[in-house]
């Protein structure tokens, strides 16, 4: 099993940033795949970046420009940095993993952007 905290969710005025971060810890020898989605009240969850071990990092086309994924593999932990957000970016947050066909998921986090 994978086991995933994220953190750095909150409050923020619409042209702010935040930075999510994420740990993997358990089972993690064979993840090859680390990212994130989000979910907005009434909407289904949707992808936001995803990172792989090698390749290119893939973005929603609504966060390109302002979102940037990154991974440290030494701590086990991804990155989220978002700037320049937007009222339609508040949603909860989930950290996501894939682990040879396995998927996993955190907990959330929220994030509201205000007008």
Known sequence: QVQLVESGGGLVQAG???RLSCVASGSIFGINV???YRQAPGN?????????????TNYADSVK?????SR????NTVYLQM????PED???????VRKWQNDYWGQGTQVTVSS
């Open 65 to 69: 420009g302002r979102f940037t994924i």
């Open 44 to 56: 289904q969850r949707e992808l936001v970046a995803t990172i792989p071990n090698r390749g290119t």
């Open 16 to 18: 702010g940033s935040l």
């Open 72 to 75: 440290d593999s030494a701590k």
């Open 34 to 36: 680390m990212g994130w």
């Open 83 to 86: 700037n320049s957000l937007k």
């Open 90 to 96: 508040t949603a909860v947050y989930y950290c996501y």
